[in-house]
């Protein structure tokens, strides 16, 4: 943990959550390290709160046999609490509260659990390693000095501890280290610098090593019999069994100094800007789902815009700032648009008159004024919009730029809707400005998008078998779709497509999660919709990026939801984006056919898993005839945009006549299927053109089946019977005034 509550008031660490992985980096390492990854909890930050410790601890401790090795890492903050005579230690994790420990003292994780529920109850062998910075605490108003705890009591001669113990000091973090100094060596030791003849490395010779580096006071250990054997890593081992000799330490004059991500030190404010802004809803701590309100709530009649006035009153008490205003310039002249109370134009009239021509953000200082932070928000050739913040805190404005972008992403972001929704927008405005941002703030944003997705609905629309007889029109199959919530009838585009933005981990970490959820819903929907005895259900298709068909864990993922979810795998047909690039990353290795690399993934996929392929957006983004024509694929869907092309007649039967290719050229029996999506009344090219192209499926309104989380036995009689006088062309052009009205949803 790298922060704790303000609560607890203890300063930030720069580096315990890095430890963290690195630690469990080197000890799952397939190559030198001895624990299996499929058995090793990594706990950061949010997810490191003490329920869920207690809870992952005491199941391990219950259900742990004589043979098995337990390894207990933390890093970050200890606390020293004194209540009502008695006294104990606690790691400090998100979720403790100072000011609940006196009545509830079991809400954190006390070392006495440690010791009586865990380290005493498990029956092997255990190894404890604690790295806890001591820092200032205000414990009752008084300032008190957290020493590292000491560790007593009865243990097991199967159980090794090593402990930091810092007396006097700041917080033991070397900057030039890159990790907390404790750690350093422990990492040092695990990769080779305390392995023995034959290159291991044990808890033993791990402590021994560490206790002998020059840190002032020297840390505590205690090595029981087993920790002097047990093998931690094997980083000398090599194929011939032989150890390896470890290089000669650097000399005294020469330092090695990491190179720093400029916003790595900005991190902390940053993040804790973000949750003055964005509050978590007290609900959705309890729930783990999304909230859905901002900072500023909802209303019984739904979500509310946010004032001008209430974004500057927000923004000021964030930036701990004297006032905050919106203003209009136009020419050498300005307004004020909306300010907070404390805002008095008068006495700042002398600095803010010289920013009217300002491209980008600035400081202004001069006289009692003090410091005037001013962020252009709109440029333009009559006025201009400025943000002005008057004495923000020191710590922000020494992020320079980045807090310009972040101001400007706040203001233009709707803070009604869900709060992870406008964290997510402000990182991710950061990412497109900055390019690579710091671990922290990229794993906080991958745990918010998560979060998010989890909160998803889905809802269904039919495609349509269109036909001459009306008893012929059918729904043919579905299309699951992703919704903020069941009630909101538009796609979440913009969060969507961000993941983009993050690159392939977000990409999987989305089509995995909206794969699951679509699975799980339209299998109850069928069951609500046809009970137990109705017969399969209908094939459905789910959107998939194509980095997502190239990751292993995504076709895992396909695999496990829809065994569970008891449907037939031929049923279900993932759609490819046409807007996704079939190509290689620059340090992959395709070969000179992207194409027939992708077409052969497709094939494994589909042999192991046997479901079915879409080639979905046609005629946008990457569409080509090649692509279409190659891939092995079972149904092409046409987008809406190609309807009002020019020459869309001639395309969709160029679509048409590439989707029987395999049948023409005797490689199949049945050609692929064509799908046109997003037909409506107006559009273009009508029913009896589609279906006389030889295209037998639509989705759109023109059906009058709009996309909900419910399923249909069948289509209603009047609109079979409508859409089947449309594809015979009984209508003609005047078919509009007598159809029978839909209304449709954007």
Same mark, same amino acid.
């Given at each position: 943990m790298n922060r704790s509550d303000a609560d607890v008031a203890l300063p930030s660490l720069r580096y315990a959550e890095s430890d963290a992985r690195a630690v469990h980096e080197v000890l799952t390492d397939p190559d030198t390290g001895t624990f299996d990854s499929a058995n090793a909890f990594l706990r950061i930050g949010d997810k490191a709160d003490a329920w869920s410790l207690r809870s992952l601890l005491r199941t391990i401790a219950i259900e742990s046999a004589r043979s098995d090795t337990l390894l207990i890492y933390f890093a970050g903050h200890a606390l020293t609490a004194d209540w009502n005579g008695v006294v104990d230690d606690y790691l400090v994790t998100p979720d403790l509260r100072r000011a609940t420990l006196r009545e509830h003292p079991d809400e954190g994780l006390r070392m006495a659990f440690l010791r009586g529920d865990v380290l005493d109850k498990f029956k092997g062998t255990a190894f404890l390693i604690l790295d806890c910075c001591r820092a200032g605490s205000d414990i009752?108003?008084? +300032?008190?000095?957290?020493? !590292? !705890?000491?560790?007593?009591g009865r243990h097991s001669k199967q159980h090794s501890l090593l402990m930091s113990a810092?007396?006097?000091? =700041?917080? *033991?973090?070397?900057? !030039?280290?890159g990790h907390g100094q404790v750690t350093k060596h422990i990492l040092d030791a695990l990769n080779g610098k305390a392995a023995d003849d034959e290159g291991r490395v044990t808890f033993g010779r791990m402590a021994d090593y560490v206790v002998g580096q020059d840190i002032d006071p020297k840390p505590g250990q =205690?090595?029981?019999?087993?920790?002097?054997?047990?093998?931690?890593?094997?980083?000398g081992r090599t194929a011939s069994g032989a150890g390896v000799s470890m290089s000669d330490p650097l000399p005294a004059d020469v330092r090695i100094v990491p190179l720093e991500n400029p916003l790595e030190r900005s991190a902390p404010a940053i993040l804790d800007l973000l949750s003055q802004i964005f509050p978590p809803h007290p609900s959705s701590a309890r729930s783990g789902t999304s909230s859905t309100t901002g900072a500023f709530g909802a209303t019984s009649e739904g979500q509310r815009s946010v004032p001008n006035n209430d974004k500057a009153e927000l923004l000021c008490a964030a930036m701990r700032a004297d006032a905050a205003a919106l203003l209009e310039y136009t020419g050498p002249t300005f307004r004020t648009i909306s300010a907070t109370k404390q805002f008095h134009e008068d006495d700042l009239h002398h600095l803010l008159r010289r920013t009217e021509h300002a491209g980008s953000a600035r400081v202004l200082e001069g006289g009692s004024a003090g410091r005037v932070l001013c962020v252009p928000l709109r440029q333009g050739m009559a006025s201009s919009l400025v943000l002005v913040v008057v004495n923000p805190a020191q710590n922000l404005l020494d992020m320079g730029e980045p807090l310009a972008r972040i101001m400007e992403t706040i203001w233009r972001t709707d803070l009604s809707g869900p709060v992870e929704k406008g964290e997510i927008e402000v990182l991710t405005g950061l990412r497109q400005s900055f390019g *690579?941002? +710091?671990?922290?703030? /990229?794993?906080? #944003?991958?745990?918010?998008?998560?979060?998010?997705? @989890?909160?998803?609905? !889905?809802v269904f629309q039919p495609i349509v078998t269109i036909d001459r007889l009306p008893r012929q029109v059918e729904i043919h199959s579905y299309e699951a779709l992703a919704r903020l919530n069941a009630a909101d009838? *538009?796609? +979440?585009?913009?969060?969507?497509?961000?993941?983009?933005?993050?690159?392939?981990?977000?990409?999987?970490?989305?089509?995995?999660?909206?794969?699951?959820?679509?699975?799980? =819903? /339209?299998?109850?929907?069928?069951?609500? #919709?046809f009970g137990d005895n109705e017969g399969a259900p209908r094939p459905v298709s789910i959107n998939v990026a194509v980095r997502s068909l190239l990751s292993e864990g995504y076709v895992d993922e396909v695999e496990r939801t829809i065994a569970s979810a008891g449907l037939r795998p031929s049923a279900v047909t993932l759609e %490819?984006?046409?807007?996704?690039?079939?190509?290689?990353?620059? /340090?992959?290795?395709? @070969?000179?056919?992207?194409?027939?690399?992708?077409?052969?993934?497709?094939v494994a996929i589909a042999d *192991?898993?046997? %479901?079915?392929?879409?080639?979905?957006?046609?005629?946008? @983004?990457?569409s080509s005839v090649s692509r279409m024509a190659e891939l092995p694929l079972t149904q092409i869907k046409v987008d809406r945009a190609l309807l009002r092309h020019p020459s869309a007649y001639q395309e969709l039967a160029l679509v048409a006549s590439v989707a029987r290719q395999p049948v023409t050229l005797g490689h199949a029996a049945v050609g692929r299927s064509v799908v046109v999506e997003g037909v409506e009344d107006d559009s273009p090219i009508t029913l009896e053109q $589609? /279906?006389?192209?030889? $295209?037998?499926?639509?989705? @759109?309104?023109?059906?009058?089946?709009?996309? =909900?989380?419910?399923?249909?036995?069948?289509?209603?009689r009047e609109m079979r019977e409508r859409i089947a006088a449309l594809v015979r062309g009984d209508h003609g052009r005047d078919r509009a005034a007598n159809r029978t009205p839909i209304r449709r949803s954007a």
């Open positions: 009752d108003g008084q +300032p008190q000095q957290i020493e !590292m !705890m000491p560790i007593s810092p007396t006097e000091g =700041s917080a *033991r973090e070397v900057g !030039m280290l =205690s090595v029981q019999s087993w920790g002097a054997t047990k093998v931690l890593t094997r980083p *690579r941002l +710091p671990a922290r703030l /990229y794993d906080r #944003c991958f745990e918010l998008y998560r979060k998010m997705l @989890g909160s998803f609905s !889905m009838p *538009r796609a +979440p585009v913009d969060l969507i497509r961000l993941a983009h933005v993050w690159g392939d981990r977000f990409v999987v970490e989305r089509d995995k999660a909206i794969l699951r959820k679509a699975i799980e =819903s /339209y299998d109850e929907a069928h069951l609500i #919709c %490819i984006s046409e807007q996704d690039p079939i190509a290689p990353r620059i /340090y992959e290795a395709w @070969g000179d056919d992207s194409l027939a690399y992708f077409h052969q993934r497709l *192991r898993l046997d %479901i079915r392929f879409a080639v979905d957006d046609f005629g946008v @983004g990457h $589609i /279906y006389g192209i030889g $295209i037998r499926h639509v989705q @759109g309104f023109i059906t009058g089946e709009r996309p =909900s989380p419910v399923l249909k036995r069948e289509m209603g």
